[in-house]
C-alpha cells in the first residue's frame, strides 16, 4: 500500500531551519515524482519543491530557492526537504505528495498521492 508519511515540523524563529522528512512505503523513493507542498492560512497549496523520479533533477518555487534543499535517501526509503533562512511567510501545512509522471512537478494539482501534512510556524 502507497503511504507517505511527513514528520520534522515545527516552531522556529525567523532566520532557523527545520528538516522534514517523508517516510515513503509501497514504493521506492524513486519510482515516482516526489515533492513538498504547502498550503498557508487562507490561500490555495503551492508546489514549493520536487525530485524527479527519473534523473533526480530538481524543481523549486521561487519563492524558496537558494533557502530550501530537497533529497533523497535510497536506503532509508525517505524524502527529505531542508529548510533554512526561514521567513514568516513559509508557514503553513506542508505536505509529501508522488506524482505517477517522469519530470518535475510544479502545481500541486499534478500530485496523485498525499501525505496526511506537517504543521511549520515561524514566529518569533
Known amino acids: 500500500q502507497l503511504r507517505l508519511v511527513e514528520s520534522g515540523g515545527g516552531l522556529v524563529q525567523p532566520g532557523g531551519s527545520l528538516r522534514l522528512s517523508c517516510a515513503v512505503s509501497?514504493?521506492?523513493?524513486?519510482?515516482?515524482?516526489i515533492g513538498w507542498v504547502r498550503q498557508a492560512p487562507g490561500k490555495e497549496r503551492e508546489g514549493v519543491s520536487c525530485?524527479?523520479?527519473?534523473?533526480?533533477?530538481?524543481y523549486y518555487a521561487d519563492s524558496v530557492k537558494g533557502r530550501f534543499t530537497i533529497s533523497r535517501d535510497y536506503a532509508k526509503n525517505t524524502v527529505y526537504l531542508q529548510m533554512n533562512s526561514l521567513k514568516p511567510e513559509d508557514t503553513g501545512v506542508y505536505y509529501c505528495a508522488a506524482a505517477l509522471i517522469y519530470g518535475l512537478v510544479s502545481a500541486a494539482d499534478e500530485y496523485d498521492y498525499w501525505g496526511q501534512g506537517t504543521q511549520v510556524t515561524v514566529s518569533s
Open positions: 525530485i524527479s523520479s527519473n534523473d533526480g533533477s530538481t
Open positions: 509501497g514504493f521506492t523513493v524513486d519510482y515516482y515524482t
